[in-house]
């Protein structure tokens, strides 16, 4: 083979063929709402808790870190039951660090579901539209990726659900609540359904919740973690990527039964989560008040977002997360490029003729909303 080759040139697997690296153009402009990213960094006290915990690791960076992330673990389940509390279900499962896995964003976490449960001959079910990530974990395990259509209104319908998992009879069956792209959150009363109708049918399906968004929702009680101490096969997936400001750090985890957990440790490459984002996210989690703090006010930033956007006469899906979806535009690529040459990064993604902004700064959106009246005017 030639020193330089092009990837034509190499035995890639061929399903890869003229497959793009996934991911939103990171471009240095001055309002970047394109990654549903909370706007605000770390306190100065954070900031300050996590330089002593960099400085203590420094001498043990010779060692390799806690395969098993137990203290990080357990932190996160006294998040999550936090949390529980907070949305007055303190009664519902009180969960440990046996219940929670945790890996590098919820990325890594679905592909250890993906591993564990799906592969080869197994079949993974979405319902669309939704994160465009879940295809490429189903590829990426050698998985059959499945969909079933949400409604107009872009909720799952039991029904449907019911229908797809019967006929497809899917290793995993994924939720997004509230949504990817279009920020809508699923009932409970409908994810409890769809396990009971799992049961009913008979059929070996975990369903997967992916509660990437679930801080933002204006029913903090809406959460299928009050479910996990009935179904044994429901998983729900949550990130510190958004609402609690670490995306940086990269800590996605899950809440689920202790043999679930058990399953994606066998999958898990050794030590994959580094001392460093163990600590930070340890750190970030010690103060997790402070890291949530401006999720009210992002909560009003994006509900006063989708009423200017409509003042505007635009279409605006209406949104459980800190993004929503506007248009319909002819050529969505066009107003996408006319924000950008404004100095405003949005997402071309979702239905079509649909752009997705989150919720910023008040400035950021502010120069967004300025941004998009002056495009519009243009047009
Ligand atoms: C629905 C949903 N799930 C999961 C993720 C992945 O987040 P991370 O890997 O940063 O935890 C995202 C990110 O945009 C998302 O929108």
């Known amino acids: 083979m030639r020193a330089n080759p ?35 960094p770390p306190s100065v006290d954070v900031l ?58 919820s990325n890594e976490v679905m592909l250890h579901l993906c591993q564990a449960f799906a592969g080869p001959s197994r079949r993974v079910l979405a319902f669309t539209p939704t994160y465009s990530m879940y295809p490429q974990y189903a590829r990426d395990s050698h998985s059959r990726y499945l ?48 396990l009971s109708d799992i049961e009913e049918i008979g059929v070996d399906t975990i369903l997967v919740v992916d509660e990437a968004y679930q801080e933002f929702s204006r029913h903090p009680d809406n959460t299928a973690l009050q ?57 970030a989690l010690a103060h997790a008040d402070e890291m949530l703090s401006r999720v009210a006010e992002l909560r009003e930033t994006r509900d006063s977002m989708i009423e200017r956007l409509s003042q505007l006469g635009l279409e605006v899906i209406d949104s459980d997360a800190n993004f929503c979806l506007f248009g319909p535009f002819s050529d969505r690529h066009d107003v996408w490029q006319r924000l950008l040459d404004r100095g405003v990064l949005v997402r071309e993604v979702g239905p079509e003729g649909f752009l997705r902004v989150c919720a910023g700064t008040p400035a950021e959106t502010d120069a967004f909303v300025a941004a998009i009246a002056a495009v519009l005017e243009e047009l």
């Not at 063929?17 to 706007?39: H, I, K, T, W």
């Open 227 to 283: 479910l996990l101490g009935e179904y044994g096969n429901l998983v729900v997936v949550r990130t510190m990527s958004k609402a609690f400001a670490f995306a940086g750090g990269r800590v996605g985890y899950l809440a689920a039964a202790p043999a679930i957990v058990d399953a994606c440790r066998i999958v898990r490459l050794p030590y994959h989560l580094s001392a460093q984002t163990q600590a930070l996210a340890q750190v």
């Open 6 to 40: 092009s990837l034509g040139d190499l035995p890639l697997r061929p399903e890869l063929a003229g497959e793009e690296p996934y991911g939103a153009p990171q471009l240095d402009v001055p309002v970047r709402l394109n990654v549903n990213e909370n706007p605000y």
């Open 147 to 194: 969909t079933a259509p949400r409604l107009a209104d872009f909720t799952v319908d039991p029904l449907i659900a019911r229908a797809a998992i019967a006929t497809y009879r899917p290793s995993l069956a994924v939720i997004a609540s509230p949504n990817n792209p279009t920020g809508t959150s699923t009932p409970l009363s409908s994810i409890r359904r769809i």
């Open 48 to 105: 300050a808790d996590m330089a002593i915990a960099t400085a203590r690791l420094g001498k043990g960076v010779h060692r390799y870190p806690d395969r098993e992330a137990t203290a990080l673990r357990a932190a996160l389940a006294g998040y999550l039951n936090s949390q529980l509390e907070a949305a007055g279900l303190a009664s519902a499962a009180v969960l440990g660090a046996e219940h929670i896995w945790a890996a590098n964003g």
